[in-house]
């Protein structure tokens, strides 16, 4: 079987696929996003290349394969722009997207279904397309481990600290039984 037929296999009707662009610097990121969108909806399939790639694929064919299916187009541009952090390949995958959506006629989807996420600045490159500002910290003002190597210990971690934050609110005690 052909590898665009698999891939057009994996991503059916009723799955909303998103490519996630990263700068390997930025596969912690990566990662957390990918599970954060698997989390929210089983309708997203998010496509992120190390864990869409098997041994012996051809590398630049199976990213342009996944892009043409993609609805959707999630560039990470963390960091300041700096010239050890090369985003040549990101911004090559988001000409394909952008190829892509103009071969489909939907030249209108190019500035609402491309986004860039930056925790600083936008790239220059990006300055007509949505983007989203994040953040080092959670929405509790605590500060993310963004390089941890296991991004799903600090969602655990994250997410038993969200309970307990919650239970205190709803019970108005913290977890040691003290009135706040």
Not at 4 to 21: A, H, L, N
Request: hydrophobic share 35%; with cysteine; glycine share 6%.
């Amino acid at each position: 079987m052909p590898d665009s037929q698999k891939i057009q296999e994996r991503i059916t009707p009723d799955k909303v696929g998103v490519f996630i662009s990263y700068n390997h610097a930025d596969l912690t990121i990566a990662n957390a996003l990918r599970q954060s969108l698997i989390a929210l909806s089983s309708d997203l399939d998010p496509f992120i290349d190390h864990v869409g790639l098997q041994a012996g694929d051809e590398y630049e064919q199976k990213l342009a394969q996944s892009i043409s299916v993609a609805q959707w187009f999630l560039m990470i541009c963390s960091g300041r722009p700096r010239l050890e952090k090369d985003m040549g390949w990101c911004l090559y995958e988001a000409g394909q997207f952008r190829r892509k959506l103009l071969a489909e006629g939907s030249e209108e989807l190019i500035q609402s279904r491309f986004v860039a996420i930056h925790d600083d600045e936008r790239p220059s490159q990006l300055a007509k397309f949505q983007s989203v500002q994040i953040s080092g910290k959670d929405l509790y003002g605590h500060t993310l481990d963004l390089k941890t190597e296991r991004p799903e210990e600090e969602a655990t971690r994250l997410h038993g600290e969200r309970l307990r934050l919650a239970a205190e609110m709803k019970t108005g005690t913290t977890l040691f039984g003290c009135a706040r």
